[in-house]
């Protein structure tokens, strides 16, 4: 049975919600947010203490549909899900609006073509807190000649949205610093960690954890933790978002050889370690790249230090390639 009404998270009324076999399951879909799952217990108890911030979690849930999939919010994870990397902070107005020119390349049929907006529903692209906000954005975008057009501003300043559509086309220079990904990744301060999950490794995450903060860099593991889409395609969004992946081979696990090689793909730099004394795999990375072998935690977390410091030193502020 589907319902129309409001969106539980952005509180648009162009929503559907629909049963999933039990009263207790909902696919809901609006326009605003785009596709989720959720539970009766998110629909009707929505927490006060993240009041004025739902339009954040409406930009993550949108974002992770332009990535082709369709998230489960969960009542219980709201305070994970709102500590998403892909996040911006809300008064980051330059990271809102690069959200905005990667969402106008993706939609862009080739340079020169042009993307229709719409005023109210289409702010979430850019984490906007009301098209108030999103116009804002648009014109920060224009006045930076990284695109033309816009809204009317008849249609934003009345408030009715009879003329909601806005035609903006990417200029030149818009559609280079959109194509780049490497720039932004450049400038990230993040190190990914693709290793084995069970009780056995949880030293050497922690070792690995505690070197990449001691250079600087802020660790990603994704273990245990809640995720609103499923954990191969939060993994893959991490290392997208990664200036550098530390690759743990031990074991020869096939995730972790799968991550380590999307991670190659992408170009991004990889730290292939290797524990002494276990089995060696002669696979390809064994074979053509050069990897750490460590005794222990302790050995694990200097060399891992050493080789950050070595060939990834922090980016220096406004130089994206240093």
């Not at 489960?72 to 690069?98: H, N, T």
């Amino acid at each position: 049975m589907s319902i129309s009404g409001e969106c539980p998270i952005c509180a648009y009324k162009q929503a559907t919600l629909t049963v999933r076999g039990s009263s207790l399951e909902f696919e809901c879909v609006c326009k605003r947010c785009g596709r989720y799952f959720t539970t009766h217990e998110f629909v009707t108890s929505h927490d006060e203490k993240y009041k004025g911030k739902w339009h954040l979690l409406s930009g993550l849930v949108r974002e992770i549909n332009e990535e082709g999939n369709a998230p489960d919010i969960m009542y219980k994870a709201l305070g994970e899900l709102f500590a998403d990397s892909r996040i911006p902070q809300d008064d980051d107005v330059q990271g809102k609006a690069r959200k905005i020119l990667s969402y106008l390349k993706r939609h862009s049929q080739y340079y020169g073509s042009s993307v229709s907006l719409n005023l109210e529903e289409d702010i979430s692209i850019g984490y906007a807190k009301n098209h108030l906000e999103f116009d804002a954005l648009i014109r920060l975008l224009r006045d930076s000649n990284l695109l033309e057009g816009g809204f009317p501003k008849t249609s934003v300043d009345n408030g009715d949205y009879i003329d909601d559509e806005g035609v903006v086309t990417l200029t030149a220079e818009g559609w280079q610093v959109a194509k780049n990904e490497n720039v932004e990744r450049l400038r990230s301060l993040q190190g990914f960690i693709a290793i084995r999950f069970d009780d056995d490794a949880d030293p050497y995450i922690e070792a690995i954890e505690n070197a990449i903060r001691a250079t600087g860099y802020q660790p990603q593991c994704i273990k245990e933790k809640h995720y609103p889409e499923r954990v191969m395609d939060k993994a893959i969004g991490e290392i997208r978002r990664s200036r550098f992946i530390v690759v743990d081979l031990t074991q020869n696990r096939c995730a972790v050889s799968f991550e380590s090689g999307f991670a190659y793909a992408l170009g991004i730099e990889c730290i292939p370690v290797w524990q002494k004394g276990t089995e060696k795999v002669e696979d390809f990375y064994s074979k053509h790249y050069k990897y750490i072998e460590y005794t222990d935690a302790t050995d694990l977390q200097k060399q891992v230090e050493e080789a950050i410091r070595a060939r990834i030193p922090l980016p220096k502020e406004g130089n994206p390639s240093t």
